[in-house]
Nanobody, 120 residues
Framework: QVQLQESGPGLVKPSQTLSLTCTVSGGSITTKYHSWRWIRQPPGKGLEWIGYLIYSGNTYYSPSLNSRTSISRDTSKNQFTLQMSSVTPEDTAVYYC????????????WGQGTQVTVSS
């Protein structure tokens, strides 16, 4: 069974960069045709897709967040990391990592989520 665990600071100051890491166990982020996503849920709102990493290392981002979002990976640690620059209080949310996703049938798992608050 795949397990995902988010880690990172729970409080970030406005204009700074948010950095969260997702550690995956029970599966590999390099498995062919699989992708892995970052998703968030602001308070009182629905889920919002942030971006995703595919097995080859390519990344794709939500158009609304593309200019200040980056996803990278460390295959030796089976981790992928979200960085979001120039954060504002509107970036306050519970952040989740999830995967694997695939065009083929695959069971997808979610991390428990981590609360990130943007405040001075």
């Amino acid at each position: 069974q795949v397990q995902l665990q988010e880690s990172g600071p729970g409080l970030v100051k406005p204009s700074q960069t948010l950095s969260l890491t997702c550690t995956v166990s029970g599966g590999s982020i390099t498995t062919k045709y699989h992708s892995w996503r970052w998703i968030r849920q602001p308070p009182g709102k629905g889920l919002e897709w942030i971006g995703y990493l595919i097995y080859s290392g390519n990344t794709y981002y939500s158009p609304s967040l593309n200019s200040r979002t980056s996803i990278s990976r460390d295959t030796s640690k089976n981790q992928f990391t979200l960085q979001m620059s120039s954060v504002t209080p509107e970036d306050t949310a519970v952040y989740y990592c999830a995967g694997p996703f695939s065009d083929y049938e695959v069971e997808t798992y979610w991390g428990q989520g981590t609360q990130v608050t943007v405040s001075s």
